[in-house]
């Protein structure tokens, strides 16, 4: 008979472990605590409008390829290359600066204030593209049983990137721009680590490489969600059953294994594996009880950003403003330097804007556009308290109504706000961190929550705080790696 899993989350880390073990012949079955499965990548239907709530592009997009190539079947949705990839407007700039890949076409944007910019763009991202290849397969998409192995894997990294390790992004920037404006937008993506560009390290100039270079960013034709949904129905093909509205509240050990978990109701599920998708550094502290992730000890650790979202209904067309958009103040290092430590709501907030009906119509009544508005804030242990929330949203999109020359709040048809509160109670994001466990060198590889228990045989991790790590491709590996050992450590059958 063959052995069955139950996977506790159905995240995207959850649904492709699901995906791959239903397919190498696994019994699985899946339990999650929100009414829908996705996790962070999950939609608002609301008057009309159809929201994609978290993820709105990806890097990596071979990923999910790779993904449904090793079950042998199609992709169920359709990927889309952005292009720009995305628009930055910063405050007091008289130009918005349209980011492409081809850097011919970048070097144009920034002419009037980056001399020679292809040139050295194509010097920098050489080098961030070197550390991409030389750790792709020595670290990311490596299983490490223990710190030994990890230390030796990291030893075989070439030594010519250990200055690297103690250079900061925006130091590497300098090396290579004169432009404040060129530094910033690069060093935009250190946010997504859990840090600012002042205090990562220039390593991680790698992710200008995975954006401008390698394999630009992808959306999905019809919504983000269209990527839950398909897994969803070949799960469903396979007989994979996902019970919705369904929290693990409990575990259940005997003799070094996990025997089961019970849910809210006092169910109780058996199996002989157990993947947990739930947050791979709080579970163990909450339901496993061990000595290294107590509340005190979660609290010490890095963690990423919390996200404040704002989901707009807006009647009328928007022509001031693309598909993908940040929009920044004009005091980049002082908010950069405050933002993970403020324990009031940014005075001036810098934040994303998704207007998904730019390309997926569908997603709005016509006429209407669909605006999804990310400003990433502190969690929940430095601002715990979100009574403002209404204020916050109101600055924001009056700001943009500004900027973009359209009178936003005279428009609104539809209007949510989630708060890092919400985003906790949702999906049981730790403090409200919208992408787990940050990414500094202390807590990467061997440092990060493993991808199988330190104590129990049979239970494995997988999702944004272990390893690889956090976005929707990396979560996409990570169920590869688990899969690996699951399938060498107990065979189906
Ligand atoms: C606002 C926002 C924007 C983002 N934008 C991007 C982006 O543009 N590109 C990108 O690549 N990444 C983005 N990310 C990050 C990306 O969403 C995550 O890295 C990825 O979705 C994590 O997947 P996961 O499976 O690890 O976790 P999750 O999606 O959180 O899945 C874990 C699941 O476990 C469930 N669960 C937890 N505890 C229990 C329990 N006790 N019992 C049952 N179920 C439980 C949760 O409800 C959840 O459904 C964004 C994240 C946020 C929040």
Redesign the pocket.
Known sequence: MAKKVVI????????STALRLAYAGYEVEM????ER??????ILQKDGFTFD???????MSYEFKELFDSIGEPMPFELNELNPLYTVNIEGRDKVYRIFKDLEKLAQEFSAIEPDFERKAEKYLKRAGEVFHDTEYRIVKKNFNGMLPFLLSMATVPKKHLPKMFRSFWAELERHFESEDVKIIFSLVAF?LGATPFNTPSVYNLLNYTELKHDGYWNVKGGMYKIAEGIISMLEKKGVKIHCN????SVQEQGGKMVSVT?QNGKVWNADLFVI???AAS?RGK?LNRSGFTEKKLDKMDWTLA?F?IYLGVKGKMDGIAHHNYFLGNNFRQYADTIFRSTVAPDKPYYYVNVASKSNPECAPEGCENLFI?CPVPDRRVKPDWHDADKLADDIIQDLGKRVGFDIQANTISRTIYTPLE?EQ????YRGS???LAHGMNQIGAFRPANKDEKLNNVYY????THPG??????VI?SKLITEKITHEHPAV
């Open positions: 506790a989350g159905a995240g995207l880390g959850g649904l339990l999650e605590q929100h499965a996705g996790g962070r990548l999950n709530i978290g993820p709105s592009f990806f890097s997504f369904t929290r693990v509240v849910d998708n739930a947050d579970f339901f996200p979202t990310l985003w949702m999906f049981s994001l919208g992408l787990g997988v999702g944004a705080s956090t976005g929707l491709p990396i979560v990570g």
